[in-house]
């Protein structure tokens, strides 16, 4: 119990959990709206399935690697590498999700912005988390 009243005793760490919140909320909606919204492609649906699977699978994982790496290379020489990290991932799921769903006329356009939005905007998670584990106790 003595480690929940540490995170919500540090500023840092609840506006870590909020943007988390706001992050995993914002992921449940893309992943309903996107499959009703790709609907209108209705010539491209088996396309659109494989190049979802592809990367969902491809662009996540390498996300998360480069991200990792970048981060922990970045974290000796710039303080705030890991929050800019997760600024700039929040802002590029924004641009990416502009892409996607503002053109309604060319499939590959949308399509593409889905996949820049798994490549650039997820990876996240795990910064969250290291920012977590470094300003909470982490004998709890």
């Known amino acids: 119990m003595k480690g929940f009243k540490s995170i919500y005793a540090n500023k840092t760490a609840q506006l870590v959990l909020l943007a988390g919140i706001f992050r995993v909320s914002q992921g449940y909606v ?6 009703a919204f790709f609907d209108i492609y209705s010539d491209y649906s088996k ?11 491809v662009s996540s994982i390498l996300s998360n690697l480069i991200t990792g790496y970048l981060c922990d290379y970045l974290e000796k ?10 600024i700039a ?13 503002i053109v309604h006329d060319n499939f590959w356009i949308s399509i593409t912005g889905l996949c ?3 490549m650039l905007s997820k ?6 988390q290291s920012i977590l584990r470094s300003v909470v106790n982490s004998n709890y």
């Not at 893309?30 to 499959?35: G, I």
């Not at 020489?77 to 997760?86: E, L, M, T, V």
């Not at 990876?123 to 969250?128: D, E, L, R, T, Y």
């Open 123 to 128: 990876g996240w998670q795990p910064i969250a």
């Open 47 to 57: 396309i659109f399935t494989i190049i979802q699977f592809v990367t969902i699978v």
């Open 89 to 101: 991932k929040a802002a590029s799921g924004v641009i990416c999700c502009i892409i996607i769903f």
């Open 77 to 86: 020489s710039y303080y705030f590498a890991k929050p800019s990290f997760c």
């Open 116 to 118: 820049l939005d798994y």
């Open 30 to 35: 893309m992943s309903q709206y996107t499959n």
